[in-house]
């Protein structure tokens, strides 16, 4: 079991940044891959971004060139800094967490946080 606690979220103005951390505890020896989801108010849960153990990453086209995805992994902790935030970048964001390597489809994910509210305003 991997427990999984995201923080950093808030309100921002258009333009700004923020950067969100996703902490695990638990059976985190093994290898394993973090993504970024984010589901708005009427709208589906979207991909954001993903890291595996190494440190392969994808993002998605969305948020290429304003947000970054890294991991500690002494810390167990994965970041993802988002800079230049749009209005449309307001949700709940939710890490999630798998044996490596990592999946875009947020069902392969079996370990999910609670979520951290980012809201972007104009």
Avoid: H
Avoid at 32 to 51: D, L, N
Avoid at 101 to 111: E, H, L, M, T
């Amino acid at each position: 079991q991997v427990q999984l606690v995201e923080s950093g979220g808030g309100l921002v103005q258009a333009g700004g940044s923020l950067r969100l951390s996703c902490a695990a505890s638990g059976r985190t020896s093994s290898r394993y891959a973090t993504a970024w989801f984010r589901q708005a108010p009427g709208k589906e849960r979207e991909f954001v971004a993903a890291i595996t153990w190494s440190g392969s990453i994808d993002y998605a086209e969305s948020v290429k060139g304003r947000f970054t995805i890294s991991r500690d992994n002494a810390k167990n902790t994965v970041y993802l800094q988002m800079n230049s935030l749009r209005p449309e970048d307001t949700a709940v964001y939710l890490c999630a967490a798998r044996g490596d390597p990592f999946s875009i489809a947020g069902r392969a994910y079996p370990y999910w946080g609670q979520g951290t509210q980012v809201t972007v305003s104009s």
